[in-house]
């Protein structure tokens, strides 16, 4: 089972503000297989970015995502208010899917 | 449009069973993979299991093997998830999951809205 390891694992920001999210793998993940999503308390997550870097249907361009091997960021420009959310990133190159235990991003 | 709609909260003894349903529309039911996912309170998620409705086998986590039983009606397009022999660390809400494209490596673009599921005495 591949393990993510996401850092920090709370980011207290003002809007505005640039943030650098981390997800660890502890084995190699291809990136065509590494996937964020967000999620707002009380809903289901949300998908952010595919295949390490691609912006899913209608994600802002304000979220960028990269990374390879064992080492991926997801970046947010510059956080609107509505960014202040728990960020997880998942691997679905094989069985089973794993998340990370996430990070979350709130207001300073 | 693609849409997932899970059934209502349920709450359980544990050792006993609970099936949370996830009726879908908008799209051909056949076609693509069904995932499910829970996220116990305060945790990140976890992948249960995948479903395959063109008949194919389904697929599940080590942890949740020989425990849960992913089954379907496609007349109506509804999926089902059973899960045995509840614990209370089996508190959760549940959610359907499914990919924005055909594939069995796929991210999820769609979810369903959550089932909580509570196992208590």
């Known amino acids: 089972e591949i393990v993510l390891t996401q850092s920090p694992g709370t980011l207290s920001v003002s809007p505005g503000e640039k943030i650098t999210l981390s997800c660890r793998a502890s084995t190699s993940v291809r990136s065509d297989f590494l996937a964020w999503y967000q999620q707002r308390p009380g809903q289901a997550p949300r998908l952010l970015i595919y295949?390490?870097?691609t912006r899913a249907t209608g994600i802002p361009d304000r979220f960028s995502g990269s990374g390879s091997g064992t080492d991926f960021t997801l970046t947010i420009s510059r956080l609107e208010p509505e960014d202040f959310a728990v960020y997880y990133c998942?691997?679905?190159?094989?069985?089973?899917?794993?998340f990370g235990q996430g990070t979350k991003v709130d207001i300073k | 449009q693609v849409q997932l709609v899970q059934s209502g909260a349920e709450v359980k003894k544990p050792g006993a069973s609970v099936t949370v349903s996830c009726k879908a529309s908008g799209y051909r039911f056949t076609d693509y993979y069904i995932h499910w996912v829970r996220q116990a309170p305060g945790q990140g998620p976890e992948w249960m299991g995948l479903?395959?409705?063109?008949?194919?086998?389904?697929m599940f986590a080590p942890n949740f093997e020989g425990r849960i039983i992913l089954t379907s009606d496609m007349s109506t397009g509804t999926f089902y998830m059973e899960v045995r022999s509840l614990r209370s660390d089996d508190t959760a809400t549940y959610y359907c999951a499914r990919p924005g494209v055909a594939a069995r490596l796929a991210p999820f673009d769609y979810w369903g809205q959550g089932t909580l599921v509570t196992v208590s005495a």
């Open positions: 998942q691997q679905y190159a094989g069985a089973p899917r794993t």
């Open positions: 295949a390490t870097s």
């Open positions: 479903f395959n409705p063109s008949g194919g086998k389904p």
